[in-house]
């Protein structure tokens, strides 16, 4: 006799729990580290120096900070405003939502090493790929960083005001972000690690009891139908399905992880990990008051159409 759908429901959602609580306590001090000792901001001050290699840089600066579609704002606006190419700008924007390190721990975690190891390749090839396209459209005349709408904003003394002012005038609602000096270089990382516990925890566990949800009570024969076989079909319904989703990159793992369990094709898992991330509605809502429509476009067409190339050579690779 089956159990009762409440009991498969917390089943779920215990087993998920019981398997990522150690890999989660990992990462968030893995971000503490790399706050307290600001590794991101150093390598992100480094991109306007970088000449040619200002877009494999931005990648690696995509990798290595934590944020998701809408934490990476406030790093872009400031690029923005110093003058920073729109090559590099636009390969750092794809490949921060997908992955970083606490991303890559987690997904280990609870999809395994091959899918980690995907999620990675997939990010490095989405940045590059945007990066070095938006870089050949600049050089035709296409685009420009006109198509930035953000305009610099000063304060009285002449400096640069902060993200969240300049996003303001654009209509663009971005945290602001008070860093508080610690006496104790500890004590930092220590209150790092625990805002960063409390914001990815907040939406890992609601992205958990999603899980359970989709596993207990949503029907196997629509998700075999939608996602189901190897097909374009299945790719392209993936990345539609990614983009009214507000997952960025740590709550898309048990949400695939339960998609999987009920037969989702590879392909198409593969597919939603990259595109959901990137092309999360929230992050579009910011984007379209910040970009010229024609960026905008561009950016949603790169972000989904490369996602969607990734499950296709998945699929065909595990014929």
Not at 155 to 172: F, K, N, Q, Y
Request: net charge positive.
């Amino acid at each position: 006799m089956n159990a009762p759908w409440w009991q498969q429901f917390f089943d779920v959602v215990w087993l998920e729990v019981a398997k990522m609580w150690w890999i989660f306590l990992l990462s968030v001090l893995l971000v503490g580290l790399i706050k307290g000792y600001k590794l991101d901001l150093k390598i992100r001050d480094s991109i306007v120096r970088a000449g040619s290699f200002a877009i494999p840089l931005a990648v690696v600066i995509g990798m290595v900070s934590p944020l998701c579609a809408c934490g990476i704002l406030p790093v872009f606006i400031t690029l923005a405003m110093v003058g920073t190419p729109l090559a590099p700008l636009m390969a750092l924007l794809v490949t921060s939502p997908i992955m970083g390190p606490d991303a890559f721990l987690l997904t280990w975690s609870g999809l395994g090493a091959d899918w980690a190891i995907l999620k990675l390749v997939g990010a490095a090839v989405l940045g590059l790929t945007t990066g070095f396209c938006v870089l050949v459209l600049e050089r035709r005349g296409w685009l420009s960083r006109e198509m930035i709408l953000l305009k610099p904003l000063y304060r009285d003394d002449g400096t640069l005001a902060p993200a969240a002012d300049i996003g303001a005038v654009a209509g663009v609602r971005v945290k602001r972000m008070q860093i508080v000096p610690r006496a104790s270089q500890l004590r930092f990382i220590f209150d790092r690690s625990f805002d960063a516990a409390l914001f990815i925890g907040k939406y890992l566990l609601l992205a958990i009891l999603l899980e359970a949800l989709i596993v207990t009570l949503v029907p196997v024969g629509w998700i075999k139908f939608l996602v189901g076989s190897k097909s374009l079909w299945s790719l392209l319904m993936a990345a539609v399905v990614g983009l009214p989703l507000p997952t960025n990159q740590i709550p898309i793992i048990p949400i695939i992880s339960g998609l999987l369990a009920m037969g989702i094709d590879k392909g198409a898992a593969y597919t939603l990990l990259l595109a959901g991330p990137v092309t999360s509605l929230p992050a579009m809502i910011a984007l379209g008051a910040m970009f010229n429509r024609r960026l905008l476009m561009l950016f949603v067409a790169l972000g989904l159409g490369l996602s969607v190339l990734m499950g296709l050579l998945l699929q065909i690779y595990s014929l």
